[in-house]
């Protein structure tokens, strides 16, 4: 048992370790090393800094999908001096493998957050009636816990956020930054207007895939869609996952960013150090500095220029309101004193929908536990960077619908497909079944299908009206925000998921699939669902509110918008109103939710803040003009004209 703490060091939780034969991981580790301990690795891990200075150029909160990018960026001008925080630590060997992307929810590398009880609407099949929500804890943040999908969303994603007062973010601009980080190993995408090759992100599809990811291609095919790239001109059809992995391994954006600049003398990354405050001058309400812990000491660290928040859209408005900033009648609440009044937390958007729908086959040809977690799949992974640990957290395809509520005239799609080459009893519920948070009586629709051959969907809502919030518990910043999800507030959002599943369930007939022997799980019906009649949109829409799943795509909690906008909390140069020197980047900013998976525009966000600060600060070369630079930046930084209802 000696062996079970340097497993969870490595950022397992301990109902990982048990979920798996007790050989899996220290075999995995161990081939690991054995066929890499000898190689030039160009990656190197990076080193934490072990004294800090006493001020910065710029201090950046947040080492995740938009920190690091930042990181790099700034340190690209050996002028400034720049320091990373990240509240946890490395990634580790077993959160490299793109197939054990669940077995790290609940370890230590995930915040384990978990929504607020939603009675009658949500989560109802969950334990305690409360949905995971995993954010990253990591050097890297959620882009080391998520399943690695490279989704950009739709272009009228950024047209419509230009639209809405923020010039500079239409999609033209937009594609400059995702093709800017972008390096696609997939020659023919590369060659196309829509992608690029030579950036630090690598990006490319599984190297390996069970027969169903191309049955899933063909299914849609047969159903009158388009087999395209996601990615590219249209978006609206079926692909084979993208995702961001590099030899087969996970490419977060720690190994993408960081990495390549880690031995830069103008950077310094300070893990294991959560910001417990930003500091805010009472004065000219400009923020200064943070103050952070370091092992069992707080320390106060200044920035010269700026305070740069890449927390994610949890952690950056906590640490907003933690600040004084905020809506002013919460703060007050709380007891903390207010330095502008803004509505922080609010907007809050997600992804979700429900995993509930699944299918059985008769041939095996899916992700059985015992076919991924054996020697010959470890061996493969460790000498030759392919086999079934290389998928993509299991999901092997993609699609973009529209349902009857979308105007099918646009290339707008309301409704994205996951396609998982297996469902929760395909590990007999050891771990998938608790990383989504499934309850002992929603469980049993599942245990039937134990290490059974099946496939399901996680059907997304890609623009769902509802909207939630994030509000403190309390002052004291180790304390988790209390979250608010807000699903199916708005009615919409239940009969738009509705037609998706309706869609998904029509998919499991056709020709492709039936070739296999699919056929959808009915033996026992949805448990909470027993008055509606079976297979009615009631039914359907029952069983959404049983198993609710996030897509962990939470966004919107700081708002970009113009100064006439009361919801917005930042500008359209991601600056707070009213909080000179102190910037948000990070998923937090999107004003509406983009149709897609949040890490690439995320990223995207990350390349094109750190050119606007760039702009903003670049040419100071001496104190004289520093000191009169950052002057003039507290005197025009922007206030609001409209202040949150």
């Not at 954010?135 to 999908?149: F, Q």
């Not at 812990?293 to 200044?302: D, H, N, T």
Request: hydrophobic share 35%.
């Amino acid at each position: 048992m000696a062996l079970l703490p340097s497993l969870v060091i490595s950022g397992l939780s301990p109902t990982a370790l048990l979920a798996t034969g007790v050989w899996f991981f220290p075999f995995l580790i161990a081939s690991i090393s054995y066929y890499h301990y000898n190689e030039n690795n160009p990656e190197r891990k990076v080193k934490d800094a072990g004294k800090l200075l006493k001020s910065y150029d710029f201090i950046i909160v947040g080492a995740g999908s938009a920190g690091s990018v930042i990181a790099n960026r700034l340190t690209e001008n050996p002028n400034w001096k720049v320091l990373l925080i990240e509240a946890g630590g490395d990634e580790t060997e077993i959160s490299d493998v793109p197939a054990l992307a669940a077995y790290l929810q609940l370890g230590r590398m995930d915040w384990k957050y978990k929504t607020e009880p939603q009675p009658g609407r949500a989560c109802l099949g969950h334990t305690g009636q409360r949905c995971n929500w995993p954010r990253g804890k990591v050097l890297g943040g959620s882009s080391v816990l998520n399943y690695m999908l490279y989704v950009r969303g739709n272009r009228k994603d950024y047209d419509d956020w230009e639209a809405q007062g923020n010039p500079g973010w239409g999609y033209e601009d937009a594609l400059h930054y995702f093709k800017k980080s972008e390096d696609n190993r997939n020659p023919y995408l590369a060659a196309t207007p829509y992608h690029s090759s030579g950036g630090y992100l690598t990006v490319q599809e599984a190297p390996w895939r069970t027969p169903l990811a191309t049955a899933f291609v063909e299914a849609g095919v047969e159903m009158g869609f388009e087999s395209r790239d996601g990615n590219g001109e249209f978006q609206t059809g079926f692909m084979i996952a993208q995702g961001t992995i590099r030899r087969g391994s996970r490419c977060s954006t720690a190994k993408a960013f960081l990495r390549p600049a880690r031995s830069r003398p103008n950077l310094d990354i300070a893990l294991n150090s959560q910001v417990l405050k930003i500091l805010v001058d009472s004065k000219t309400r400009a923020a200064y500095g943070v103050r952070v812990r370091r092992g069992e000491a707080v320390y106060s660290v200044l920035a010269r220029k700026e305070v740069i928040l890449c927390a994610g859209a949890l952690n950056s408005p906590q640490l907003l309101m933690l600040s004084g900033i905020g809506p002013a009648d919460h703060l007050a609440e709380m007891g903390i004193p207010l330095h502008s009044n803004l509505p922080v937390g609010q907007n809050m958007q997600d992804h979700y929908g429900t995993g509930a729908l699944t299918f059985t086959l008769d041939q095996p040809v899916s992700f059985v536990q015992s076919r991924v977690e054996n020697m010959p799949s470890v061996l493969k992974y460790a000498v030759f960077g392919t086999g079934p640990l290389t998928v993509l957290g299991g999901v092997e395809g993609l699609a973009w619908i529209p349902t009857k509520y979308s105007n099918r005239s646009l290339d707008f799609p309301d409704i994205e497909f996951h396609f998982v080459g297996g469902s929760p009893a395909s590990d007999g519920g050891r771990q998938v079944r608790k990383a989504h948070g499934l309850s002992d009586s929603l469980w049993q629709m599942y245990q039937p299908l134990a290490y059974q051959d099946t496939w399901s969907l996680l059907i997304m809502l890609l623009r769902p009206k509802s909207r939630g919030s994030i509000r403190l518990r309390s002052s004291n910043p180790y304390d988790k925000p209390v979250i608010h999800a807000g699903y199916f507030t708005h009615p919409d959002d239940i009969k738009v998921l509705v037609e998706g599943i309706k869609f998904g369930r029509s998919l499991g007939d056709t020709t492709a699939f039936s070739r296999l022997g699919s056929k959808f799980w009915s033996d026992v019906p949805m448990p909470g669902c027993e008055e509606t009649g079976l297979w009615t949109d009631e039914y359907w829409a029952c069983m959404a509110r049983q198993y609710t799943s996030t897509v962990y795509h939470h966004a919107g909690t700081a708002k970009m918008g113009p100064p006439t906008d009361s919801q917005s909390v930042v500008n359209h140069q991601l600056k707070v109103y009213g909080v000179p020197r102190l910037r948000v980047i990070d998923a937090s900013i999107m004003p509406t939710i983009v149709s897609g998976n949040t890490n690439a525009p995320t990223i995207m966000i990350g390349e094109k803040g750190a050119d606007m600060v760039k702009a903003d600060w670049s040419g100071v070369l001496d104190n004289r003009l520093r000191r009169k630079r950052s002057s003039d930046h507290v005197d025009r930084w922007p206030g609001k004209l409209i202040q949150s209802l």
